[in-house]
């Protein structure tokens, strides 16, 4: 079975930049689309960017597009999110997660990811 690991969370000002990376082990990894996730309190988990199997087609949230940026590596085993330029309301935990299915176009919707990281905080102070 597959299991996740986030690293790279942390407090950063407005303005600043973080690389959030996922390390996946234990199962299948390259054959299936990956995604960040983040959910801030109070509020419901949403959709963040996803990234095809190939490394191919990202897709971003309205919200971050032009600011973050998702790749992976698929000989490691690794998923990146790289933001710049946050904001306070990108404060939030943010979670990796894996596509439940193999060589699929890509979901927003969170019911498609099976696997899922414990999650890294993110702080942006003003």
């Known amino acids: 079975q597959v299991q996740l690991v986030e690293s790279g969370g942390g407090l950063v000002q407005a303005g600043g930049s973080l690389r959030l990376s996922c390390t996946a082990s234990?199962?299948?990894?390259?054959?299936?689309?990956m995604g960040w996730f983040r959910q801030a309190p109070g509020k419901e988990r949403e959709f963040v960017a996803a990234?095809?199997?190939?490394?191919?087609?990202?897709v971003y949230a309205d919200s971050v597009k032009g600011r973050f940026t998702i790749s992976r590596d698929n000989a490691r085993n690794t998923v990146t999110l790289q933001m710049n330029v946050l904001k306070p309301e990108d404060t939030a935990v943010y979670y990796c997660?894996?596509?439940?299915?193999?060589?699929?176009?890509?979901?927003?919707?969170?019911?498609?990811?099976?696997?899922w990281g414990q999650g890294t905080q993110v702080t942006v102070s003003s």
């Open positions: 234990g199962g299948t990894f390259s054959s299936h689309n």
């Open positions: 997660a894996r596509d439940s299915r193999p060589y699929a176009g890509i979901a927003l919707t969170s019911y498609l990811y099976d696997v």
């Open positions: 990234i095809n199997w190939s490394g191919s087609n990202p």
